[in-house]
């Protein structure tokens, strides 16, 4: 215990010794951690409106008018067996009208709906894959069209299938586009702090070498030299975390909030919980500074 | 140099001749053919064999070069022979695990020509710190530390940072540091490489006294006169090899005052009274 004070007064005497490289220091890790605090967010959102998009591609299958209840369960069944379904909902007819009512608006419906004695919509199923990329197989299962043009359908009341499909490829490609550049980005942005950070603790330990050497020639163990610059290290990851996330917080406030009003695509990062962002932050920030000491005292440490 | 019935020509075979009135216990310090070769091929150390005695006062000197400093640090395993043995109080340090570096170096004092006090640190500090790392008690620190600073003479200067000390000063603090653990074996590397006659008369006078206590006391220096009016044992190498290895004059015992006194004399600086030894090694003008 009197070892981990006297390691923590090292620590803070150093810290208070090289007033510039700790500042340094400080400074790159709130970089960094600004950084990823924006980051993660951002992607989060991007892959949350994208999935959620991608949640909406399903495929209708509309039933003849003169159906009956018993085939019209037998093919719910049938629907449901079909590999990589993961909801399948029956749309009376009653329910398309309010949705094409929904859709249109109240006005123009009012006016279309005039002119129709009955309701002229079918009554469907909207089958939804588990994953978009399925749903070309499940299409398939549904209705084939063979060689000779002649189609095999799943059951007979079958009339046809609809489907999104030119939409489904296009968020296919624009997502997976996205998913991999924005990958790219953070992992090259997380390198690029990583080397910073660690270039930045190697710097001040460089300019202490002198002291280092002297640690181990009145026969310092490597810890004994060590524990006081990871412990700075710690101090350094804290105090830039704390910095950074305080930066954060303003940020949200003053900017995010206020727009997540009027912006969809801001309010989506509502997902993502400020507490949980926070906690990693704080232990990236530790954890990166804390390694980078580490790392870089092995090289003089050497006996 | 005469050489006297007590002469220390050694052979590669470990001390039988101290079996007289010493104990029977290994040389604290003992080389057997030991070489270092840099890598590049320049050979600093050519088979140098070499036993010292614990409680001996041994002068290293020799031409810059000669490989002085390099079988310093070979003692302190700041770098590994390529060739022979290096023992320490019968220990080979070579087959010595890099875990065990460290309880080696405590068992060392060592000091430098440039002091290697650490800069950020007061006096105080920078002597505790060697005690901090034996992972000594705050009581073991709280006594020793002022009373080893009082040994040296510079138990008015407790709060000093070494850049507010002059040389001899900050030497001093260098050798309280390497003693304040009571080491057996003390090592001084050019102790008094940058100080004037005056102070150099002062450390050696430490290191005597320090010598005195029983612990053995090996001196790296060029300083011909010094070394001769010292009349302790001397191993002077050449061009990595010992080419001189002698107990000159009478060994006579003296006090550390009286050695100042001699040693003042001798060398023909200023009739300084013993209280330089209290720290106040002035720089005199005339």
């Given at each position: ?74 093919l719910r069944e049938e629907l449901v067996a079909v590999p990589h379904v993961s909801r399948v909902e029956f749309i009376s007819k009653g329910q398309a009208l309010n949705e094409l009512k929904e859709t249109l608006g109240a006005e123009k419906s009012r006016e ?181 000491s580490g790392v870089t005292l092995r090289r003089f440490l050497r006996v | 140099m005469a050489r006297s019935k007590k002469n220390k020509q050694r052979d590669p075979e470990p001390s039988p001749e101290q079996s007289g009135t010493r104990p029977r216990r290994a ?180 290191l005597y006294r320090i010598n005195k206590t029983g612990t053995t006391v090996v001196v790296v220096t060029h300083d011909r006169e010094m070394v001769d009016n010292m009349r302790r044992r001397v191993v002077e190498l050449y061009e990595g090899r010992v080419v ?43």
């Amino acid at each position: 215990m009197s070892r981990l004070i006297f390691f923590v007064k090292e620590a803070l005497r150093a810290l208070r010794r090289n007033g510039a490289p700790t500042l340094a220091a400080i400074v790159t890790t709130v970089v960094t951690v600004v950084l990823l605090g924006v980051l993660i967010p951002v992607f989060q959102t991007a892959q949350g409106k994208s999935e959620e998009i991608r949640d909406e591609l399903n495929v209708q299958v509309e039933l003849y008018a003169d159906a009956t209840k018993g085939e019209i369960a037998a093919l719910r069944e049938e629907l449901v067996a079909v590999p990589h379904v993961s909801r399948v909902e029956f749309i009376s007819k009653g329910q398309a009208l309010n949705e094409l009512k929904e859709t249109l608006g109240a006005e123009k419906s009012r006016e279309l709906l005039a002119q129709l004695k009955e309701n002229p919509l079918p009554r469907s199923f909207r089958v939804t894959p588990d994953d978009p990329a399925n749903l070309p197989g499940i299409e398939a299962a549904i209705i084939t069209t063979g060689p000779n043009g002649k189609e095999t359908k799943i059951s007979p009341i079958v009339a046809d299938i609809f489907d999104r499909e030119s939409a489904t490829q296009q968020i296919e490609q624009v997502t997976s586009a996205l998913k991999i550049i924005l990958t790219v980005i953070t992992a090259l942005l997380v390198l690029a702090s990583l080397m910073l950070v660690g270039n930045t603790i190697r710097l001040s330990i460089y300019t202490r070498r002198r002291e280092v050497e002297v640690m181990r020639l009145v026969g310092a163990t490597r810890w004994f030299v060590r524990w006081p610059f990871m412990i700075e290290g710690v101090i350094v990851g804290f105090v830039g975390g704390v910095l950074a996330i305080l930066i954060l917080w303003l940020g949200k406030i003053t900017v995010v909030d206020p727009l997540s009003d009027s912006i969809g695509l801001v309010r989506a990062q509502e997902n993502v919980g400020f507490p949980t962002l926070v906690a990693i932050l704080f232990a990236a920030s530790i954890l990166v500074s804390t390694i980078g000491s580490g790392v870089t005292l092995r090289r003089f440490l050497r006996v | 140099m005469a050489r006297s019935k007590k002469n220390k020509q050694r052979d590669p075979e470990p001390s039988p001749e101290q079996s007289g009135t010493r104990p029977r216990r290994a040389p604290i310090i003992e080389l057997n053919e030991a070489t270092k070769v840099y890598p590049g091929g320049h050979m600093a150390l050519d088979r140098v064999s070499l036993a010292i005695g614990r409680g001996e006062f041994v002068f290293l000197v020799g031409p810059t070069g000669c490989g002085k400093s390099t079988l310093i640090k070979m003692l302190i395993r700041e770098l590994p022979a390529t060739g022979g043995t290096v023992k320490i109080a019968g220990r080979d340090i070579g087959a010595m695990p890099d875990k065990k570096i460290p309880l080696l170096r405590r068992n060392i004092g060592t000091v430098f020509q440039d002091f290697k006090l650490l800069p950020n640190r007061t006096v105080y500090d920078n002597v505790a710190y060697a005690l901090q790392v034996i992972g000594a008690s705050r009581a073991e620190i709280r006594e020793q530390v002022p009373a080893t600073l009082r040994l040296v003479g510079l138990s008015t200067k407790l709060n000093s940072y070494p850049d507010q000390l002059s040389g001899g000063e900050q030497q001093r603090v260098s050798v309280a540091r390497a003693f304040v653990n009571h080491p057996p074996l003390v090592l001084a590397d050019e102790p008094s490489g940058n100080l004037d006659p005056v102070t150099s008369i002062g450390i050696m006078q430490l290191l005597y006294r320090i010598n005195k206590t029983g612990t053995t006391v090996v001196v790296v220096t060029h300083d011909r006169e010094m070394v001769d009016n010292m009349r302790r044992r001397v191993v002077e190498l050449y061009e990595g090899r010992v080419v001189r290895d002698e107990v000159s004059g009478g060994y006579t015992e003296e006090s550390t005052t009286e050695f100042g006194l001699r040693m003042r004399a001798e060398m023909g600086v200023g009739q300084q009274d013993e209280e330089q030894t209290n720290g106040h090694d002035h720089e005199r003008l005339f």
